[in-house]
């Protein structure tokens, strides 16, 4: 009879980590374009066309009246790093970086926003 007792306690205390592990999924997406907010963290400063474009958590905003407006990357802009989050993808027989929904290219040592209609996508990690 303790060992039966002793197997459930075991099973028990296994649920309940396994319970503990799963609660901590985090899904983040991309805002909507147009989308405002007040402030945003450490953002990077990129000039593409005589327009400033600011970077922060893989979002591109635009400053309107003191608050950031969500855009969409423009396409031809250059940076010099994309997070370590982005992902390696073929799209069309081309190998390009992914992250937050937004393409890039690398071309030398920056990464280029590209635009990607219809995509023939294969994703490594």
Avoid at 92 to 106: A, D, M, T
Wanted: glycine share 6%.
């Amino acid at each position: 009879m303790k060992n039966v007792k002793n197997v459930f306690i075991v099973l028990f205390l296994l649920g309940g980590m396994l319970m503990t592990t799963a609660q901590t999924t985090v899904i983040r997406t991309y805002p909507r374009t147009g989308t405002v907010v007040t402030t945003i963290r450490k953002p990077k400063i990129v000039v593409h066309k005589n327009t400033r474009f600011y970077f922060a958590d893989g979002v591109w905003y635009n400053v309107n009246n003191k608050k950031y407006v969500v855009v969409s990357a423009p396409t031809g802009l250059t940076i010099n790093r994309l997070p370590r989050a982005r992902k390696v993808v073929i799209v069309n027989g081309k190998r390009l970086f992914k992250y937050r929904g937004v393409f890039y290219k690398k071309t030398g040592r920056n990464f280029v926003v590209v635009n990607v209609q219809h995509p023939l996508l294969s994703v490594y990690f």
